[in-house]
């Protein structure tokens, strides 16, 4: 069924980190984040912008995001009404800024499913009601530092620890890990891109510690190159950033340059799109985890929901609210049992809380249709 939309808010919120959060590719302290709501003719529809303050993580940032929103892709859309999947055909003819479809297409998506009352989980085709949590631990000044932060999360319940590495800090903070924490412990590392294939020795030795993958070692671009790295580890090598669309995911499976796909929705436009991309792993037997970007409750109760589907057999990086938050913009995600639930309410399950949101509050604009 179409949905008829009157208009769009587009509104920035100012979230600060509990902690700073490092990266080989920056340190963040907070996040700037564009939400998307969407008002139709039978309700209203919620999403949020992946897209960071700075063109680091890829090209588009949060700026972008709202201008090409405002400028191109909202005036777009059909006047007559679409559906989710009709976002995706008009907006197809925009080149790149996937991050900002993905918002508006989830928001067109979250609208019509609340005014069915089936939620998103059902839409995606959840097998479970709720989900295994990694947790993501960035870059630290120093290995006791590191080793503390991993106990913590380890107390909250996480059942996976992932660690960011980039040159100079890789296998020692590894091995600190693997030594404290012992061979039970689910563990692998994110490049972020931030080596060449010269590297490919000191990649290796990552392999004597058993972890569950690698991800992103190599440059965005280079799947040939990620082929290659491939046969000189025993490490599973895991691609996030090369991955932006189901066709990328068939082109590196065909290659050979990965044997895990991270699948981060904002990143491949979209949670339809994210859909395909697990029906294709899953075809071709390759297993997949939801990455994250550090989202509010908007984002996170999108992402537990994708989690869900049966091909996502890692933990993925869907962690509690409290991981980055000291307030959620929605009720928080409470991590239970080293889980978290899936949302079973209409839409996305989870609605912002009007006071907080508020409260954090820098900009709001409206576009009509």
């Not at 980039?166 to 689910?186: I, K, S």
Request: net charge negative; hydrophobic share 45%.
């Amino acid at each position: 069924m179409q949905t008829k939309i009157t208009g769009v808010e587009l509104r920035r919120i100012a979230m600060p980190l509990v902690a700073p959060f490092r990266t080989s590719f920056g340190v963040e302290t907070s996040r700037d984040v564009l939400l998307v709501r969407v008002v139709t003719s039978e309700g209203e529809g919620w999403a949020e912008c992946a897209a960071m303050s700075e063109p680091r993580y890829c090209s588009e940032y949060v700026d972008s995001a709202q201008e090409v929103l405002r400028k191109f892709l909202i005036p777009a859309l059909p006047k007559d009404g679409t559906d989710a999947h009709g976002v995706g055909r008009v907006l197809e003819p925009f080149t790149g800024h996937r991050m900002a479809k993905a918002a508006l297409e989830t928001a067109v998506l979250d609208a019509r499913l609340r005014a069915a009352g089936e939620s998103f989980g059902s839409y995606l085709g959840a097998a479970r009601d709720r989900v295994p949590c990694g947790v993501s631990v960035g870059i630290m000044d120093s290995v006791p530092e590191l080793l503390d932060a991993v106990a913590g999360y380890l107390d909250e319940g996480y059942v996976r620890i992932k660690l960011k590495i980039e040159p100079g800090w890789d296998v020692e903070p590894v091995r600190a890990v693997r030594e404290r924490f012992g061979d039970e412990l689910l563990l692998q590392v994110d490049a972020n891109a931030a080596y060449t294939l010269v590297d490919a020795r000191q990649l290796a030795r990552l392999d004597a510690f058993d972890l569950l993958l690698i991800e992103q070692p190599l440059a965005n671009d280079d799947l040939v190159q990620h082929a290659g790295l491939a046969e000189r580890l025993r490490t599973p090598i895991c691609l996030d950033e090369s991955i932006e669309s189901a066709a990328d995911a068939e082109a590196a499976i065909s290659l050979g340059a990965c044997s895990v796909i991270n699948i981060k929705p904002a990143r491949v436009g979209g949670y339809l799109e994210a859909r395909r991309i697990h029906d294709l792993a899953r075809a071709h037997g390759i297993p997949v985890w939801c990455g994250g970007m550090l989202e509010t409750g908007i984002g996170r109760a999108a992402n537990v929901a994708l989690a869900a589907l049966p091909g996502f057999t890692l933990p993925g990086d869907t962690s509690g609210s409290s991981r980055y938050f000291a307030t959620d913009i929605t009720e928080p995600f409470v991590l239970a049992d080293g889980h978290l639930d899936v949302p079973a309410g209409r839409g996305l399950g989870v609605e912002p809380l009007p006071d907080v949101l508020d409260e954090v509050t820098t900009f709001s604009e409206w576009v009509a249709l």
